[in-house]
């Protein structure tokens, strides 16, 4: 008999690197709190956008201003076996969690479903 396994992926971006560590270590904590020892943690390369913006758009085109925002993003993949309605009650309240403390972070979540 092929038992069913759930592999969940939380993609999380933020602009400022300080905020995405501190709730990827709270979303770790709470794992950890469920009994999933099995998450893994991938950094995902950065990335770099830059602006330059015409400071007198009339007279002088030299002077100009350029900025630049960088995004971090961070992979948390974790698998459930998945058997019963109780492990969905617990991931969706899981989630629910996760989502109320995001501050300055976007929190996406991708459901895989393998058999074994």
């Known amino acids: 008999m092929k038992t069913k396994y759930v592999v969940v992926q939380l993609r999380i971006k933020s602009y400022h690197p300080v905020y995405l560590n501190q709730y990827v270590s709270l979303i ?3 794992l950890r709190e469920n009994g999933i020892f ?7 390369p950065k990335k ?3 602006f330059t913006v015409l400071r007198s758009p009339h ?3 030299k002077a100009r201003d350029q ?3 960088v995004t971090c993003n961070r992979l948390i993949s974790f698998t459930l076996v ?4 109780q492990d969905h009650l617990f991931l969706s309240r899981l989630l629910s969690t996760f989502a109320q403390k995001a501050l300055g972070v976007d929190l996406r979540v991708k459901y895989l479903t393998k058999y074994n």
């Not at 998945?82 to 309605?85: A, L």
């Open 48 to 50: 770099i956008e830059r």
């Open 82 to 85: 998945q058997n019963s309605t």
């Open 28 to 30: 770790e904590q709470k």
């Open 59 to 61: 007279v002088d085109k």
């Open 67 to 69: 900025f630049e925002r």
């Open 38 to 44: 099995n998450s893994s943690q991938i950094f995902l």
